[in-house]
């Protein structure tokens, strides 16, 4: 059933952001993306070899068979594509797009535009691990049954931890989304998303907005304001202009993102160790 309904699809691509400078948990060794967080059993062998953060990610998506997988990265970060290279190692097929700098996410989503705008985005970000093996194969098929402009996974937030906060009715539709909040009022949030043509294009519109925006406060201030813009904001805007938001909800599931100092030693602690999951 599955692979039928993969032969009906339109081309999906994966979109990975990587052109962030890791602020919080620098200095490291390398970029973040490519910082090793366990073992991986190389195909065929007996033999082991560091499993590196971002691709935890890329096996999520090629387990949904999306093996067409842009990296959108910054000048000066050459070291992630010197060592993932075409993605043959990894089963897919990789390809970058290199920006001069990003203020946020969705300006280095925003990069790719040209080379996505007519496919089906799944979109993850390099720095989160989750468990869950066939979360792309469920928002890919959710995303088919509803023709939804954008799904969501959903997983449960800790109530002390700040972020976009996300609920869903019966039929998995985005019934609210709320900023920026903490709290147990709304218990979840979201990781990562596949989205069709229509919010590729409100993306695109919204950044060039921002961008637009921003150059006008800085040619008033003679200062740089490039303003941090999340996806949050974006998102909450979209199903404002009437776009069908959906989610899937991965209740029972977890996640780690090793942008922070703590958590990047909470996931060396877990993952440390050989593993091959």
Partial sequence: MLKQSRSRRPEVVGLIPA????????????????????FRRMPGTKEFRPKVVCHYLIDRMRVAGITNIY????????????????????G?????????????PPFTADHAYPFVRDAVVAFGFPDIIFHTEDAYERL?????????????AVFPVDKTFRDDRVSLDRDG?????????????????????????????????????????????????TTHASGELTFGPIIKAAMNKGLNVHGVLFQEHSYIDIGTPANMVEALDRYGSLNEW
């Fill in 92 to 104: 897919v097929h990789l390809a970058y797009s290199v920006m001069e700098s990003s203020p946020s």
């Fill in 140 to 152: 890919l098929v959710h995303r088919e049954k509803t023709d939804a402009d954008l799904v969501l």
């Fill in 173 to 221: 539709r985005v019934r609210s989304f709320v900023l920026n909040a903490l709290g147990a009022h709304h218990p979840h949030t979201w990781l990562f998303a596949v989205w069709g043509p229509r919010f590729t294009e409100y993306l695109h519109r919204h950044v060039a907005d921002a961008r637009s925006r921003s150059q006008t406060r800085s040619r008033k201030t």
């Fill in 19 to 38: 052109a962030g400078h890791s602020r919080r948990i620098s200095p490291i060794p390398c970029s973040k993306e490519i910082y090793p967080i366990g």
């Fill in 71 to 90: 990296v959108v990265l910054r000048q000066g970060k050459w070291d992630i594509p010197g060592y993932l290279g075409d993605g043959t190692q990894l």
